[in-house]
């Protein structure tokens, strides 16, 4: 077995992986929603409707004014919605790469990633 997959970081690295995934497919599940209904033009008024653009707003929220909405049919299409949605898929794989940095790697498997990435 390969030492690197049995350090004392691995398990912590692999739940900490599996977290960030976990909320960013919750956040981007929720953007989707966002984009969906706004497309559609669905009444903002229906309690999901409402519900999904409340809950969503924290992470839409930043981007609203970025780009302007394309009018399709009697629905939206809400380029920041995208916008949002590809940020906070950068940010978690970001993260991730990050914790990949904190794995502990012993000598000989740091000369030979070098290399790797050197040629």
Avoid: C
Wanted: proline share 4%; no cysteine; hydrophobic share 50%.
């Amino acid at each position: 077995m390969d030492s690197s997959y049995s350090s004392p970081t691995t398990k912590p690295l692999y739940r900490g992986t599996q977290v960030v995934w976990y909320i960013l497919g919750l956040i981007e599940v929720l953007l989707a929603f966002r984009f969906g209904l706004k497309l559609l033009a669905a009444n903002p008024s229906a309690g999901f409707s409402s519900f999904i653009y409340i809950v969503s707003y924290p992470f839409a929220g930043p981007f609203l004014n970025v780009f302007h909405a394309s009018k399709v049919e009697s629905g939206i299409f809400e380029w920041t919605t995208l916008l949002a949605m590809f940020v906070f898929f950068l940010t978690a794989w970001g993260i991730i790469r990050l914790f990949f940095m904190s794995k502990t790697v012993s000598t000989t498997e740091a000369a030979a990633k070098m290399d790797e990435e050197n040629n």
